[in-house]
């Protein structure tokens, strides 16, 4: 699905054969775009902040995220991350290959 909504931008810091390394950045109202997790991550945030969260199953959920508090997600997810805050979001994405 396409939208009007600005890009976020991946910036990758490591991609090899065991481990990938991205920090996503976002600014007000940016997505990712709809993308499905091939493989278990962790993601860190980077600053405090709020995004949006379109699952593939049509449910929509907010997440109120902290600097550097961590958190895991297995493969499969499939969803569009949409910032939600009002100030520019980064977050540390880890792919565990």
Do not use: C
Request: proline share 4%.
């Amino acid at each position: 699905m396409t939208t009007l909504r600005p890009q976020a931008v991946p910036m990758v810091q490591i991609d090899n054969s065991r481990i990938s390394v991205t920090q996503w950045n976002f600014v007000p109202g940016a997505e990712t775009g709809w993308h499905r997790h091939e493989f278990d991550y962790v993601v860190v945030p980077q600053s405090d902040g709020r995004l949006k969260i379109e699952a593939a199953d049509g449910k929509t959920t907010i997440s109120e995220l902290r600097a550097h508090q961590s958190y895991y997600r297995a493969a499969g997810v499939e969803h569009n991350v949409i910032n939600d805050s009002l100030v520019t979001f980064a977050f540390v994405e880890i792919e565990i290959k």
